[in-house]
């Protein structure tokens, strides 16, 4: 099973109509990521089929209210629905303290394990590890800290095969330990070499970057190089680069010229300014230069 | 013109489905006043109506996040469309922190005036007046500081008549100053009595009260008493009067004889519990008590 991204949200600052501003869901076996959360987006998650409560982790870009103002309405909610699991926020320092004052003001001590992890600006560095997966953060050129995460599942574990398994009888433990590089020792003392009596998992490990709101910066290239998906903002079209520069936002060729340079597979493009109602032009301008461009709708869901 | 009332949200903590928290606006003349702020409330005002700009004052009864999380959200997006006007909010001290910490984590300096006016738990008392209206508070049950608010209508000033305007051919400042009850000396030294040339405006002037969160409290009847209309919550039904007691909730009936018990003319009822999702049962255990009883519907317009 691979990665899944659900497009919750996808404008930018000001809401229009019924678009939302920016919140992902990246969905990894049956949990999900929440990669910011924008006013309204609890109200989103059914209707895509996402169960709050199989949200384990939000990870927030940066504390523009386009991007977090979700945020603690999603946390009270699974307060009040008594959720015992914990949940972990990775943000900048200020996060913590909107979180916590706004539960002392309502007098909340949520009855889940909340944790908080810091994200340092300006630092790139891994910040959530698990078996399968590993979510690391770099910063991005905008006009407060603002950090971009990659996402990369881990080489899958090598295949024993299945008539090996039966006629040795091999327990969950033997297995867990060959996996793990190790050779067997069947009970008559003949050692089987791990080569031989392993292959290669055929799965190739996905992987997914985000960068919410930036200027366009080639020092991300680095950290996006290959991607199976990049998300890159991409605010405003080319005719207005000026502004776009002005208030440290993308337009749709620097954004595909980010993932043509960083050679990935695709690009998702999104946060459009309130001024563009249809996402066909700006999505037309982007193929140009990158052609495995795909325009961020709410409700998309995307296999990588 | 008189008061008219939109209910914007009427649910309770948890969003359901498109239903959102607690969220109304009265407008009276062109201006509008936001009585607690929900998530996703700036999202329903354009499709009520109710133009964002013309918001002059918001009123949050308390810090629970269902009647406040969407302020910030609303207070940014006026900043990016670049309001000018003052904006005035009313709520306990806690929020003025809240607000300002979440600008300053966006390095955000609002670019209109924004002036907070604390509410003082526990204390009845006028906190805004104008020509045309008294806005006042008074305190709720609740398990947090809670308010309820009294918009009052002031009587209307006097009428002159018509063809005595028009004998002397008065100025403005002339019929401000009759209107404020002095006689007027014509041009032949001649006194008109006050009585005389004015007769009563025939418009009633009108009053909505609120209460947000509140158990079964027999002590906001004389602060309500009256009321043109009285929104109540209603958290849950009868059945559940334990839960309601232990949450600091109220039932339809204990709204319905506060109702009764104020002599007020008519009883909105809202904040209904995520488990109702007709409010049919409750408005017919409302109107066994209350016939005069709505219930609140996201998009009602109500001509108080």
């Known amino acids: 099973m691979s990665l899944k991204l659900f497009v919750i949200g996808c404008?930018?600052?000001?809401?229009?109509?019924?678009?939302?501003?920016?919140?992902?869901?990246?969905?990894?076996?049956?949990?999900?990521?929440?990669?910011?959360?924008?006013?309204?987006?609890?109200?989103?998650?059914?209707?895509?089929?996402i169960r709050m409560n199989k949200i384990s982790r939000v990870f927030i870009s940066h504390l523009h209210g386009d991007h977090y103002f979700g945020l603690v309405c999603l946390l009270s909610t699974l307060h009040l629905f008594g959720r015992?699991?914990?949940?972990?926020?990775?943000?900048?320092?200020?996060?913590?303290?909107?979180?916590?004052?706004?539960?002392?003001?309502?007098?909340?001590?949520?009855?889940?394990?909340?944790?908080?992890?810091?994200?340092?600006?300006?630092?790139?560095?891994?910040?959530y590890e698990d078996e399968t997966?590993?979510?690391?953060?770099?910063?991005?050129?905008?006009?407060?800290?603002?950090?971009?995460?990659?996402?990369?599942?881990?080489?899958?574990?090598?295949?024993?095969?299945?008539?090996?398994?039966?006629?040795?009888?091999?327990?969950?433990?033997?297995?867990?330990?060959?996996?793990?590089?190790?050779?067997?020792?069947?009970?008559?003392g003949n050692i089987h070499l791990f080569e031989d009596i392993t292959s290669p998992s055929p799965y190739k490990p996905k992987s997914f970057a985000y960068c919410s709101d930036t200027a366009y910066y080639e020092d991300i290239i680095p950290y996006v190089k290959g991607?199976?998906?990049?998300?890159?903002?991409?605010?405003?079209?080319?005719?207005m680069k000026d502004v776009a520069l002005d208030k440290l936002h993308a337009t749709t060729s620097e954004a595909a010229t980010i993932a043509q340079k960083a050679e990935v597979k695709r690009l998702l493009i999104g946060h459009y300014s309130a001024r563009y109602s249809s996402t066909e032009p700006m999505l037309n301008e982007a193929r140009k230069i990158f052609p495995q461009t795909i325009a961020a709708e709410e409700g998309l869901i995307i296999d990588i």
Chains 1, 2 share one sequence.
Not at 17 to 37: M, P, T, V
Not at 111 to 125: D, R, V, W
Not at 163 to 188: A, P
């Open 11 to 49: 404008g930018s600052a000001t809401p229009v109509g019924q678009r939302i501003s920016s919140a992902f869901a990246l969905k990894k076996a049956s949990e999900y990521f929440l990669i910011d959360c924008s006013e309204g987006t609890q109200m989103r998650l059914k209707p895509l089929g």
């Open 84 to 127: 015992k699991e914990p949940m972990h926020v990775y943000g900048h320092a200020p996060l913590k303290d909107i979180i916590d004052l706004q539960m002392k003001a309502g007098n909340t001590t949520l009855c889940y394990p909340l944790h908080f992890h810091e994200i340092k600006p300006n630092q790139a560095t891994v910040i």
């Open 133 to 188: 997966i590993v979510v690391s953060t770099f910063p991005l050129l905008h006009s407060i800290p603002t950090n971009g995460f990659l996402f990369q599942e881990k080489k899958r574990a090598v295949n024993i095969s299945k008539s090996f398994v039966e006629k040795y009888k091999l327990s969950s433990k033997e297995i867990y330990h060959i996996k793990n590089g190790n050779n067997y020792t069947d009970k008559q």
């Open 227 to 239: 991607a199976d998906l990049l998300y890159h903002e991409t605010t405003f079209m080319d005719d």
